[in-house]
């Protein structure tokens, strides 16, 4: 994406998803020319149960490389983890929340999405 010229909009916008981030890890892919600005993300484990889980980004502009932004972060039963350092993502990369195994959190991410289409 070409560094962003002219009007565009800037929305206060929110993602949720629960249950098993083994299986399906992507919580949220930025369009094309678009630019996302991550405020947080609270994470709760739901199943009464220990998870052990990742959050890392996708690098579109750079072959797909994965950033680790958290990396074997232990959440206990019913314990809730607060991600409050900001991210910013560019068109093309994911955000993606990771388990090692089977596991039960719910997720919300609150962002501002910057559109310049």
């Known amino acids: 994406m070409s560094i962003p010229s ?22 949220l892919t930025v369009p094309t020319d678009h630019i996302f600005t991550i405020i947080s993300l609270n994470i ?43 991210i910013i993502l560019n068109s093309g990369d994911t955000l993606k929340l990771q388990s090692g195994s089977v596991c039960n959190m719910d997720v919300y991410i609150s962002y501002i999405d910057q559109d310049w289409t």
């Open 44 to 86: 709760v484990e739901a199943g009464s149960a220990s998870e052990i889980f990742w959050l890392t980004m996708t690098d579109a502009s750079n072959s797909n490389r994965v950033i680790d932004f958290v990396r074997s972060q232990v959440l206990t039963a019913n314990q809730t983890f607060i991600y409050s350092d900001r």
């Open 6 to 27: 002219g009007s565009g909009t800037e929305v206060l916008k929110r993602q949720t998803a629960t249950g098993d981030f083994d299986s399906n890890p992507v919580i």
